[in-house]
Structures are given as structure tokens and as C-alpha cells.
């Protein structure tokens, strides 16, 4: 027993130690293994994917997603899951766009998101909608499903809306309903 247990411990150990060995993993880090992490026989796919870029105006902007994928070829659009882009504005304030799907289209610099699209503008203004494409060159948003919006100022309801500026102005399109709020103190 004095030997036994003891030799019993050490192949455990052993086992252990050796064990990821003896069957390999093709899914697993390798150096020289013939192929890139993550790609696939008709594109490539990436997990957490940020992309930092400047517009015209030297304003810059930020794309990220929880997953991209591209199909093979070169210039096919990007496809994300759960993106969010930011944008400066050109008087210090920022934007915010996240939505449930979008398509990356690099050499138009557009996004299209689709799914939950929710607008965040520094000011206090929300924007909901279906979908919304935005030109990341021309730093506009806009999408012709109906849109909800709330802020400071009130609410807004419409069949579409256009964000020109990087957010110094929403227009909202179609038939709409607005409630506005006056200011505290104001007359009525």
C-alpha cells in the first residue's frame, strides 16, 4: 500500500496532465495549423469586432458588434449581430445607435440596423424604430417604419424620420402625433 497509492496518485496526475494530448481539438488555438481562428470555408467570422474610423469632417466614430461575418470576396458587406455605433458631434455632444442585426457596407460607409433600433442623443432625446441607415460619412440616420421619440421637450410619434447633423436635427416624417411640454414656470 505504501508504494501503491502513491504510484496511483502520480498516473492520476499524469492522466491529467496528459489527457488534452491525446485528443486533439480541432476548435482550439494552434500555432501553424493551416487556417485563421474562426474562419470558414466561405468567409470569416469574428466575436466582439470594434472598427474606429473618421468621417469628412474629422469626426470621429466607433462601430462594434457582439459578432461579424463576412462571406468570401472581397467588398461583400459585414454582417453584425447586436451593433452600436457612436458618433461625435461637431459641437462636442455624441450619438448613439444600437439595434438587434445590421449590415456593414464599407465602401459606402452605411450601416443598416434592423431590429429594436434605439437612437440615444446626449441631449436627453430617445428614437425607436424598426430599422434606420446611416451614412456614416454624411453623419445622417434615417428609416421609413413608424418611429417613436421622447425627450426633454416631450414625445413624438411618426411614420419615419431622418437625423441630419450627427443629431443637431431629427425631422420626423409622415403622419405624426407630438406632446409637448412647456417649460417649467412658463405661461400655458
Given at each position: 500500500?505504501?508504494?501503491?497509492?502513491?504510484?496511483?496518485?502520480?498516473?492520476?496526475?499524469?492522466?491529467?496532465?496528459a489527457?488534452?494530448?491525446l485528443?486533439?481539438?480541432?476548435g482550439?488555438?494552434?500555432?501553424?495549423?493551416?487556417?485563421?481562428?474562426?474562419?470558414?470555408?466561405?468567409?470569416?467570422?469574428?466575436?466582439?469586432?470594434?472598427?474606429?474610423?473618421i468621417?469628412?469632417?474629422?469626426?470621429?466614430?466607433?462601430i462594434?458588434?457582439?459578432?461579424?461575418?463576412?462571406?468570401?470576396?472581397?467588398?461583400?458587406?459585414?454582417?453584425?449581430?447586436?451593433?452600436?455605433?457612436?458618433l461625435?458631434?461637431?459641437?462636442g455632444?455624441?450619438?448613439?445607435?444600437?439595434?438587434?442585426?445590421g449590415?456593414?457596407?464599407?465602401?459606402?460607409?452605411?450601416?443598416?440596423?434592423?431590429g429594436?433600433?434605439?437612437?440615444?442623443?446626449?441631449?436627453?432625446?430617445?428614437?425607436?424604430?424598426?430599422?434606420?441607415?446611416?451614412?456614416?460619412?454624411?453623419?445622417?440616420?434615417?428609416?421609413?417604419?413608424p418611429?417613436?421619440?421622447?425627450?426633454?421637450?416631450?414625445t413624438?410619434?411618426?411614420?419615419?424620420?431622418?437625423?441630419?447633423?450627427?443629431?443637431?436635427?431629427?425631422?420626423?416624417?409622415?403622419?405624426?402625433r407630438a406632446?409637448l411640454?412647456?417649460?417649467?414656470g412658463?405661461?400655458?
Amino acid at each position: 500500500m505504501k508504494l501503491a497509492l502513491p504510484a496511483a496518485a502520480l498516473a492520476i496526475v499524469a492522466a491529467t496532465f496528459a489527457w488534452p494530448g491525446l485528443l486533439p481539438d480541432p476548435g482550439r488555438f494552434r500555432l501553424g495549423g493551416g487556417g485563421a481562428p474562426g474562419a470558414a470555408a466561405d468567409g470569416l467570422a469574428v466575436d466582439n469586432p470594434s472598427y474606429m474610423g473618421i468621417d469628412d469632417e474629422r469626426r470621429p466614430y466607433r462601430i462594434s458588434a457582439a459578432s461579424a461575418s463576412r462571406r468570401a470576396g472581397s467588398g461583400a458587406p459585414i454582417r453584425l449581430r447586436s451593433p452600436q455605433a457612436d458618433l461625435l458631434t461637431g459641437d462636442g455632444g455624441w450619438v448613439a445607435l444600437t439595434a438587434e442585426s445590421g449590415v456593414y457596407d464599407e465602401a459606402a460607409r452605411t450601416v443598416d440596423l434592423a431590429g429594436a433600433v434605439t437612437i440615444l442623443l446626449d441631449r436627453g432625446y430617445r428614437i425607436e424604430s424598426d430599422e434606420a441607415r446611416i451614412d456614416l460619412a454624411a453623419g445622417t440616420a434615417e428609416g421609413g417604419r413608424p418611429v417613436a421619440g421622447r425627450g426633454p421637450a416631450g414625445t413624438v410619434k411618426g411614420e419615419g424620420f431622418r437625423v441630419r447633423d450627427r443629431g443637431r436635427r431629427v425631422l420626423f416624417a409622415g403622419r405624426g402625433r407630438a406632446v409637448l411640454r412647456g417649460a417649467p414656470g412658463a405661461e400655458r
